[in-house]
C-alpha cells in the first residue's frame, strides 16, 4: 500500500516494540509501530519521567525505524491527570465501578491542563497532511485543544476501553463537556458496535443528537464518524514466539509439573475490573463441588502488579494474597496445592509456553474493552489438541468469540460449571470450538485493526463538518 500522509500517534505512554528476543511491549505497540513505519510519522507522548517545572521540551528519538517525541510532566500532572482523572476517575467509571470512582476537581483541572500542554508541544509537529491518532481515555480532550491552536488535519481517536450505558456515563460531574469535545474528532473508534451504539444513545438522550447514516452523529452543531474496530493480536508475531526455545522450554515445564493434571491458566495485569477475586471464589467454589477432580488440576494465575499508587490496587492485592492462601490452605496436601497465585511480569515468549500448556483459558473480567489474553490463548494452542477458552460475557472479545464457554464472571458457580464443562470436553468439540475461535483471531488480527481505523480516517470521501477551528 502506498501512503501519501504522515502518521502522527499519540497515547499517554509512548513504547515502541524492543528488538527481536528481548522482552516487548504487545500486539498494541507492535502495531502502532509497524503503522509508523508504513506511514512514516511520529509517536508522541509522555516520557514516564517528572520534571520540577514543564518546559514541553521535545525529546526526539529514532527507535528501530519509528520517531518517537515525548515530553516530561510535573508530578502534579501525574497526581492530577494520570493517577487522578485517567485513573480514579474514568478508568473506574467506564468499567461501571462507580464506587471507586472518585471526582475531584483538581483531577478535572489536571486533565485539562496536561492536554493542554500536550496540545501546544506536539502543534509544532504536526504538517499540513498529517493524519492524527489518539489513543485512550487519558486524552479525550485533545482534538479540541488541537482545534483552538488551529490544527485543521484529520483526527481519529480510538478508546480502549468499554463507553459505559447512559446511566453510567451520567454520574460523570461535566459529562456533556467531555463527550462535547469529543465532536471535534473526524472519527472515533471503539472495539464493539455496543460501545458505539452506548455512545450514540448518549449523544441522542443527552446531547439532542441526531443519527446521520451511515455512523454518523450530528450534536453540538458539528458531526462525527463513529465506528467499531475490534482489536486484534499480531498472529504472525505470536506464531513466531510459540515456535522459540524460551516458550517451547516453557511448555515444556509446564508440562513437567501438571503431570496427571490439567492446568487452568489466568494472566491479567492486577486490576480490579479483571474480576480475580471472582475468579479465585469460582475455582473455590469448583474445587468444593467436584471433590474427586481436585487432584486433576492446578490453577496457575499470573497478575503483575500496575497502577500501584492508586489505593484500589493496593487493597485488591492484599484481598487477593487472602483468598489464594484460603484455597490452599483449605484444599492442599502433604504432596500436593491446587493454586499458584504469582504477582510477577514474565517475558511474553514465556506466557506463549505457559497458554501452549494450560488445558483451561480462564478469562473473567468484570468489564474489558476487549482482552488480548483471550485471543493469545486461542493463538497459542495446539490444533490437534486445544484447550478451552473460558470468557466473561462482559470482555468485548465475547462478541467476536461466542464459541468460547460463555460466563458471567460475577458468578463463581458459573464460573465453577464452566470449569468442569472445560475439563470433561471430547477433543473433537474442542477442536471444533477452537478452529471457529482461531479463525477470527487470524482474521481480525492488530493488522486488520489498524489498517481499517487507519483507511477509515484517511478516507478523503468523509468531508469535516461545521467544525469550529
Ligand atoms: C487495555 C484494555 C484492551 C499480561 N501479563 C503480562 C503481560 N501481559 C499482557 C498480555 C496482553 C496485555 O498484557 C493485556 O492486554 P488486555 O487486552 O488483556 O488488557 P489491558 O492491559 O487492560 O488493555 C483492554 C487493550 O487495552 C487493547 O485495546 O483489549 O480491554 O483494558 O497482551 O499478554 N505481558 C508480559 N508479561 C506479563 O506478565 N510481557
Known sequence: MT????????????????AQGEESVGGLAMALAAALKQYSGVWFGWSGQTTPEFTGELNVVEQRGVT?????????????????????TLWPLFHYRTDLAAFHRAFGEG???????FAETLRPLIQPNDLIWIHDYHLIPLARELRRLGVKNRIGFFLHVPWPAHQVMINLPRHRQLVESMFDYDLIGFHTAEY??????YVLNEADGVTLPPGRLRAFGRTVET?????????????????????RRMRDLMTACTVFRHLIVGVDRL???????????GFETFLQQNPDLRREVLMLQIAPPSRESVEAYQEIRGRLDALSGRINGEFADVDWAPFRWVNRNYRRDELAGIYGAARVGLVTPLRDGMNLVAKEYVAAQDPEDPGVLVLSRFAGAARQMEEALLVNPNSP???????????????????RRWQALYENVVREDVTAWRDSFVAALADEGATRQGLAV
Open 111 to 117: 486533565y485539562r491542563r496536561v492536554n493542554r500542554r
Open 68 to 88: 518517537t517525541a515525548t515530553v516530561d510532566l510535573e508530578e502534579i500532572d501525574l497526581d492530577e491527570y494520570y493517577n487522578g482523572y485517567a485513573n480514579k
Open 227 to 247: 465506528g467499531s474496530f475490534p482489536i486484534g493480536i499480531d498472529v504472525d508475531d505470536f506464531a513466531r514466539m510459540m515456535k522459540s526455545g524460551r516458550a
Open 3 to 18: 501512503a501519501p500522509q504522515r502518521l502522527v500517534v499519540v497515547s499517554n505512554r509512548v513504547n515502541p516494540p524492543a
Open 271 to 281: 486490576d480490579y475490573s479483571k474480576g480475580l477475586e471472582e475468579r479465585f471464589l
Open 413 to 431: 458457580e458459573d464460573i465453577a460449571d464452566a470449569l468442569k464443562r472445560a475439563l470433561s470436553m471430547e477433543k473433537a468439540e474442542r477442536v
Open 196 to 201: 458505539q451504539q452506548a455512545f450514540e444513545e
